[in-house]
């Protein structure tokens, strides 16, 4: 493959990086992908039909099936009176997760609400009601729903207890930050600084442990009223604890102090007069304090100097008191308001789920009461009576016998505006245990082994034969479900591992769909006398039973179109199904691809392989070279039973 001639730079249609379960484009060039589409809807495929499409880890299958499915959908719907294909196919997706437990009944509810999506007016919804109708007890569904709705009901109880619970600590939040949460800022807060609170507290006449002195504290500066708690706290701390009262009765005995000073100081005259009448024959200690009565104005002063530092000492404690207590109240509100939003958003999760809770009540409640009346009108009338309760977008299967259901949708098949077939398509096993993908298929098969059902599974080999207990098990149940089988290798070569690659990077062209031709089906090939001959006579070595030869012939139908070569396919695909051990050997023996064009010769020892390449040659114009028949072994293999 040549280099690309032109830069490839990155837009909205290349993806940077590529996700394992991504659609692989390189798949879009398996023709044998379509081949297999216009089996499962063609009108002259006979059903029950299951296609395997098998492969390792990541190889494909997902998408592969996707590519089946979406085919089969568009050649139904493009298909034609005259045409070779079934209109009127239903897809059915199967989730392996609501297969868990009872898989029939999990297949019964995944077809059901497919028909329900087709339509509730036409074929369809009438095929879904008239199957469900006849395949439900209503007695065992009014069970099952009153059983229901007691479990409902204890849920509910449940549920309620569990939102009050989530209120009441919604409501008592800050306590539980405080008290019953090791983990948060205001603890780790009060820890770090146990030693500087446990003075200030000291101080202020509080005693125990500090931490939790803290803690109390800071919940009763939140449990104060009104915008301004912090100022209200703070205002509490100048006067109501211990040595702060002290100071305030001090700086108003000062005060005082100093108004009678000033009163004296200014009532000088008034006083000294009085005092010289009184002591007439000690004139010397008056006139001592006349002479130093401006003292008085620097004993006032003083004393209003000492009031302001009472109270400066005052609020300077105050302060220092509220501080440590105000940062608590802010870091418990931060995290109180994270806590309160994730409260808030688990009390309206939890509100919703009782509604949730109470709407499907309502729905059980008119569900028994409905499936009741229906039980007494089948007593008295002796069958099914009264109008289907279950046509609704979606499935309601209580009391349903699935098995029964789908024989009833068998039967109902193909009647008027009904669908004709119904494709299951069978993913996600890898997402199992071995033994639990194994049992999936086990039951998924006997459900759709009926008439008018494809199913369509996409499996790896290896998880199916540790599921069953070893290889020989495996292929023994493969061979027994599977008639088309199919091997996803999305690299073949050198040369397709370089066209995924670039493919992945952007630098070749996008593959287009091509569109759908339902006029025609590449299975519908004429046999000429020539194949009806070989195939008759290859047919001994392909197997000795009569399932191993209808398999031949349906595998060589199915890859026919893949080759020119119809005569080294038949041989190559004869000896993939029936072939001994010694002849494959001789075979691989005889295939030198060092010289592709020399024919083939087979070593004499394996007179019955002999023979068949004789029957080939016969019929050709050249012998069998090793080319042609390793190209026809390429194709022959994808259509082989997988092994581990």
């Not at 494909?60 to 009176?81: M, N």
């Not at 994730?342 to 919703?352: R, S, T």
């Not at 199916?464 to 070569?493: C, H, N, S």
């Amino acid at each position: 493959m040549a280099p690309p001639k032109h830069t490839t730079s990155p837009d909205v249609e290349t993806p940077l990086f590529h996700a394992d379960k991504a659609a692989a484009p390189s798949l879009a060039d398996y023709p044998a992908l379509d081949l297999l589409a216009d089996l499962a809807v063609h009108r002259q495929t006979q059903t029950p039909l299951t296609i395997g499409l098998f492969g390792d880890p990541g190889a494909g299958k997902s998408h592969a099936l996707q590519i089946v499915a979406k085919r089969a959908s568009g050649l139904s719907a493009a298909s034609r009176p005259e045409g070779p294909f079934l209109p009127g196919v239903i897809s059915v997706k199967l989730d392996v997760a609501n297969l868990q437990g009872d898989a029939a009944k999990g297949v019964a509810s995944a077809v059901h609400e497919a028909l329900l999506t087709e339509g509730q007016g036409g074929g369809a919804g009438r095929l879904a009601a008239t199957a469900l109708e006849a395949a439900t007890d209503p007695l065992a569904a009014a069970q099952e729903a009153a059983q229901k709705l007691a479990d409902i009901s204890q849920r509910q109880l449940a549920e309620q207890k569990t939102l009050e619970e989530l209120k009441a600590r919604r409501a008592r939040l800050n306590d539980t930050l405080l008290f019953e949460t090791a983990n948060n800022r205001i603890d780790d807060y009060a820890r770090r600084h146990r030693k500087q609170l446990e003075v200030r507290f000291n101080r202020f006449g509080f005693s125990g442990d500090p931490v939790g002195v803290y803690k109390d504290l800071v919940r009763e500066l939140l449990d104060r009223p009104g915008p301004f708690s912090r100022l209200s706290a703070f205002t509490n701390s100048v006067w109501a604890y211990g040595g702060q009262a002290r100071l305030l009765v001090w700086a108003t005995a000062l005060f005082l102090l100093s108004w009678v000073f000033g009163l004296a100081e200014r009532m000088r005259t008034d006083w000294l007069a009085g005092l010289r009448s009184v002591t007439e024959g000690a004139s010397e200690p008056t006139n001592w304090i006349e002479g130093h009565v401006h003292w008085l104005t620097y004993l006032g002063n003083a004393a209003i100097t000492a009031v302001l530092l009472c109270l400066a000492h005052n609020l300077w404690r105050a302060a220092r008191f509220t501080m440590p207590l105000a940062h608590g109240a802010r870091l418990l509100e931060e995290e109180a308001a994270r806590r309160r939003s994730e409260l808030d958003g688990l009390i309206v999760w939890q509100a919703k789920q009782l509604d949730q809770l109470g709407g499907e009540a309502q729905k059980l409640t008119a569900l028994a009461q409905s499936t009741e009346r229906r039980a007494r009108e089948r007593a008295t009338s002796g069958g099914p009576g009264g109008r289907s309760l279950f046509i609704s977008s979606t499935a309601d299967m209580r009391g349903l016998d699935p098995d029964l259901y789908l024989e009833s949708i068998q039967a109902g098949l193909g009647a008027q505006g009904a669908p004709r077939r119904v494709l299951a398509l069978l993913d996600g096993l890898e997402a199992l245990p071995a033994q639990q993908a194994a049992a999936l298929v086990d039951s998924a098969h006997r459900c759709l082994d009926r008439p008018g059902f494809v199913l369509i599974l996409a499996a790896d080999a290896a998880q199916l034969t540790a599921g069953w207990g070893g290889e020989a098990e495996a292929v023994k149940r493969i061979e027994r479900y599977v008639q088309a089988p199919f091997t996803v290798r999305m690299i073949r070569d050198e040369q397709a591992s370089i066209a995924y690659a670039h493919q992945l990077l952007g630098a070749s062209p996008h593959f287009e769909a091509p569109t759908i031709d339902a006029t025609r089906s590449a299975l519908d090939h004429t046999l000429k006398p020539v194949e009806t001959h070989l195939l008759a006579k290859l047919a001994s070595l392909a197997g000795g039973t009569p399932r191993a030869v209808k398999r031949y012939l349906n595998a060589w139908r199915l890859a026919r179109p893949l080759t020119e070569d119809g005569g080294a396919l038949a041989l190559m695909l004869a000896l993939d199904h029936g072939a001994t051990a010694g002849e494959l050997a001789a075979m691989g023996a005889a295939m030198d691809l060092e010289e592709p064009e020399a024919p083939i010769i087979i070593h004499p020892g394996e007179p019955r392989l002999a023979a068949a390449l004789g029957s080939v040659n016969a019929l050709r114009l050249t012998p069998l070279t090793n080319g042609e028949a390793h190209e026809a072994w390429m194709i022959a293999r994808d259509f082989s039973i997988p092994s581990a």
